[in-house]
DNA sequence: TCTATTTCTCAACATATGTTAGGCTTCGTG
DNA sequence: CACGAAGCCTAACATATGTTGAGAAATAGA
């Protein structure tokens, strides 16, 4: 069970950080069963209603979640980066809550939903990394709340480009002073609440104070302390230090 | 370890409908440690930035969690009632995002994070129902992210009743056509991401259309078809009706 | 390279919700 | 039972954000 895969070593990696992994639950993580696919940008892969009884682990490119409420208005909850363990919530409940969808051409590698509530019950600490993910992933839904509730459009627009800046930064996907945001600014309204007219309106306004600065889809931030002030960004919800010690 | 402890009767009844526990399991769950304490209405037992290391389980009484942003606007991300095993984060994270707070005189269960943890590893289905509890949490949270986010103020707050109706109904604390709700509008504001003059005329104008009726903290809901229709509420989310059956 | 489509930008105007402020009612406490 | 504090209600007015619509720029496909 040492085949190389080298799909899963980003998500190994992570789930270290989780919770202690001795040499066995590492085996068994890494042994996983899953089944490659790459998918279209757009492309719907859980639907709200479904019971899809599988996981998908992001091996490269970036995906979202998003519920449609009756009048038809979409919001964006949650946005996903590779290395992100998503839909465990497929695994263990019997129906999914909400829509997943490619944002870009993504390599996402499905997991039985049995091979991972298996591998909980067989690894201790292996269901106990990901019930850390997913608390984590709880803790991110409360800043959402809290960004689309109590702040205004600029400080939430801000705040939406900070978190993404450290969630790249750790995953090794940003550069120094900037990063490639593949999000059109509808679905960025759709993220934080807004219309697209006026999420248009503010990202100038941060452009034109030289808090950020916008060529196509990239993002760059000359300066993080500013940006950071007006977003009223504190990273602590992120829980990027997150390294639970033995019982 | 078969002492009769009434207090935690009302989450095992909860946690067995989480997962299959078998009768060690049931046995553990009932002899956690456990510390009971009763807090008056409006203490804050948990502060955004500490490290309680314990959970506790609300016995009787409500409670919530908020996030404060920098401007000083509260943001309420969950209501919690009697039955709710809340804070599990402290037992696994290494620092509280958020706080939490009595709503009402509560009988609180105080129980050590090592004893959560502990518990997890030697009784996998356990940890496995509690995961599913936490997975339960981030669903509700993202309903609320698009509470926030996409409805207009009056679906807002007919959605937020409505919840509350359906979680106390099967708490089994609601009457027939009604419930009490220990909340000011102020609170209702923070938890809608509205002012409280706002949550006022609203709440005023589901009244005078017979879509509720309130005597004081009381809240009717004569008739459950309009009020849900105006709330676009679909209690999916909420997963009631989970069972997880055996891998 | 050209064309069709999607995205972005901009402006004029509309409105849901916020703000401020005051009086009224209820509730808790002595 | 009286008092003060907390919560509720109301109204006039302010504004952040939404709506509509249309042209310009970018992107994707042929």
């Known amino acids: 069970m040492t085949e190389l895969r080298p799909e899963l070593l980003q998500m190994l990696r992570?789930?270290?950080?989780?919770a202690p992994l001795d040499e066995g639950d590492e085996e068994a993580l890494l042994g996983l069963p899953y089944r490659m696919q790459t998918i279209e940008p757009g492309v719907y892969f859980v639907r709200e209603g479904e019971r899809p009884d599988r996981?998908?682990?992001?091996?490269?490119?970036?995906?979202y979640r998003h519920k449609v409420t009756i009048e038809g208005a979409r919001q964006i909850v949650s946005v996903h980066i590779p290395g992100d363990f998503i839909d465990l919530e497929s695994a263990m409940l019997n129906v999914a809550d909400h829509?997943?969808?490619?944002?870009?051409?993504?390599?996402?590698?499905?997991?039985?939903?049995?091979?991972?509530?298996?591998?909980?019950m067989a690894h201790p600490n292996v269901g106990m990394a990901m019930w850390i993910d997913t608390l984590i992933d709880a803790s991110v839904f409360r800043e959402?709340?809290?960004?689309v509730g109590r702040r205004d459009a600029r400080?939430?627009?801000?705040?939406?480009?900070?978190?993404?800046?450290?969630?790249?930064?750790?995953?090794?996907?940003?550069?120094?002073?900037?990063?490639?945001l593949p999000m059109t600014q509808e679905q960025l309204a759709d993220a934080t609440g807004l219309t697209p007219v006026h999420v248009n309106r503010v990202l100038r306004a941060l452009d034109r104070e030289g808090l950020?600065?916008?060529d196509r889809r990239y993002v760059g931030i000359p300066d993080w302390e500013p940006l950071r002030r007006v977003a009223g960004f504190s990273e602590t919800y992120l829980h990027l230090d997150q390294?639970?010690?033995a019982a």
């Open 212 to 214: 950020i600065e916008r």
């Open 144 to 147: 959402w709340v809290v960004n």
């Open 155 to 180: 400080s939430r627009i801000a705040h939406l480009l900070c978190e993404f800046a450290r969630r790249l930064e750790v995953a090794g996907l940003a550069e120094q002073y900037g990063y490639q």
């Open 55 to 63: 996981s998908c682990l992001i091996v490269s490119g970036f995906a």
């Open 14 to 18: 992570k789930f270290r950080m989780r």
């Open 243 to 245: 390294v639970r010690s």
């Open 99 to 120: 829509n997943i969808q490619t944002l870009t051409r993504c390599e996402l590698a499905f997991v039985p939903g049995s091979a991972i509530r298996e591998l909980a």
